[in-house]
């Protein structure tokens, strides 16, 4: 339709049809108007692929893909790890990182215990995960019962936690306000790097398909707590 448009209306300046120069001039304007619907045809395709693109990654972002507590803890990265003294013996600094204290452990104990098939359940829970450094510090024999001492029905945000709480195994978890911080029985949940610095921060009010993580620095032990007088 291009072409008897531009041969209609243009007929009356074109040479005579026998002409080469009307030959030329006629392969050239087929070129152009080739040239032409190929990049609209392009244009177009890049538009519609944009605007798809762009839909979905609208999509992606409004429906967060989030792992359960089991696999949300295996992948999650703990609190840093500073050489410190040990660094001068290999080259490094006290403050350069030598790792993350992570929570390879309690997965580990999670599966080994049969406490799994909970934390993959719909819930919602919130748990609290040691890191790796507490699991190897406790002397302990660990059981399925201090692992559900660790873990609270519901969703608990740190921001909302102002008293005692009952856990699955049953027992409850001691509420306490200390030095500005926030603690449940031993733990200090929401431990952060204060000032310039260099200290650690535990992650806490991570989200899971299923629930809450919050970190802390040590296994609790049910009926282990005792109050200061």
Not at 141 to 164: C, F, M, R, W
Not at 178 to 189: C, E, G, I, N, S
């Amino acid at each position: 339709r291009l072409l008897a448009a531009v041969e209609s209306t243009h007929q009356r300046f074109l040479p005579p049809p026998d002409s080469p120069t009307r030959t030329m001039l006629m392969h050239s304007v087929v070129m152009f108007a080739t040239f032409a619907l190929t990049s609209g045809l392009v244009a177009t395709s890049r538009t519609a692929f944009t605007a798809t693109a762009t839909r979905m990654s609208s999509r992606a972002r409004a429906q967060p893909m989030m792992g359960d507590i089991v696999e949300t803890a295996a992948g999650l990265q703990g609190p840093v790890i500073f050489w410190g003294a040990d660094g001068a013996k290999v080259g490094k600094e006290e403050s350069d990182v030598k790792g993350y204290d992570n929570f390879g452990s309690f997965v580990a104990a999670v599966r080994s215990t049969g406490l799994e098939s909970v934390l993959k359940g719909p819930g919602p829970y919130t748990v609290l995960v040691p890191t790796d450094a507490a699991f190897a510090e406790f002397k302990g024999q660990l059981t399925a019962d201090i692992l559900k001492y660790h873990v609270i029905e519901g969703n608990v945000p740190v921001s909302s936690i102002q008293g005692d709480i009952r856990t699955v195994q049953g027992n409850t978890l001691t509420y306490g306000r200390r030095f500005r911080k926030t603690f449940l029985d031993y733990a200090m949940v929401g431990i952060e790097s204060s000032g310039a610095s260099k200290g650690q921060t535990y992650p806490v009010d991570v989200q899971c398909s299923n629930g809450l993580i919050h970190a802390i620095d040590t296994v609790l032990v049910p009926g282990d707590f005792k109050p200061e007088a």
